[in-house]
């Protein structure tokens, strides 16, 4: 694996960079996930609920040791390249603390969603073995069915739950924006990738655009998925 | 594993809520160990200290399933198997809540040690497919050398540090003690075991006696290890 770092597109420096930045963001995020999920979890009304989130926290953080793994190869201290994140995606979870557990499920499920959806459009523009640990990261299908199901569940019973979740739905997506762009403005590797240069030849403004159209399609897909308006 | 239930000591009533209660209590431990290790991580003075924290939180957690899995073949509601133990465990942590990182390094290493002891000792007494699922939910050997390692640094930096955590250790041990008697007083299954019957026929007064001089022992000598007297 050491050898994929001295080859192809990591002589660039400002390519190796921008992994870095990249796989350090990702890396943190699990880290922040299992934090929330866990306190979350609090809120559960039955233990049943509270082991399921749980199962859902601790899944996440079984994602940081392949990152940090990738990052110890690119850089000498891997968790020095995930602490310029920590502002930003604590600000992310502080702007979206749920008030209850239905807003924790939401979070759970949609939050996730747009996260995975972003890191997913953005290693289409990568090399193949950063695409494939990335996408390794990304929650799998199936596992956020309990989400779905509870929180489908608990809007049959309280259709006025289903008003409060629609607007909790855009807040998420706002500030996952909002912190994105953070990010991208006061990192210059991140930068990098979301602007597009040589380097990122991929991927220009208008493609930029049309990742953003994408993910706010399959944000629209899964809060309908729940019987929710946008 | 179904046939097991219906056959030798689970014929017996008794025996069967007894481990009924033993396997609930230790599957909410987990669960609880891993929300109060979370909580404590964020006491971490650096992300690779809390990145550590977090990995003993999640291999906690990682043996409720077989718990869990196990009870549903012994009883309709796992869950409901595990209710009865949240409020001693949950007071147990609210009790011992670690005021700062060294605190809550020495209750992940002291702390974990005395209740792994303690359902150690207990699996002796019980049928040998319920002692091997005990074993495989204990702290392996190894396991704890973070926060070892991180403890006696510490120690090292503050030697004043050594006599508040000498303090902290004899804090956790007794009030581990105060919780199993209450829960022993509570649950007639649980006294059944810790009193010795007919049922747990090797475990009578004195053998319980020695039980706890064992425990004790053990604690003395993770205290010492530390460089700490109890």
Redesign the interface.
Known sequence: MVASTEQGPFTDPVYRGAIVDLLGAIG?GE?AA??RL??D??MAP???D??AL??M??RQ??K?EPI?ARLAELTDNP?AA??PF?EAIDSFHAFTAPHDWWEALVKAYVGDGIVSDFYREISGYLDEETRALIVSTLTDEGETDFAIERLREGIAEDPRLGGRLALWGRRLMGEALTQTQHVAASREAMGEILAGTATFGGLDLAGLGEIFTRITTRHIERMASLGLEH
């Open positions: 943190y880290i299992l934090e866990t306190d979890a609090a039955r233990l049943s509270k082991v749980l199962g926290a601790t953080y079984a940081v940090r968790f995930m602490e920590i």
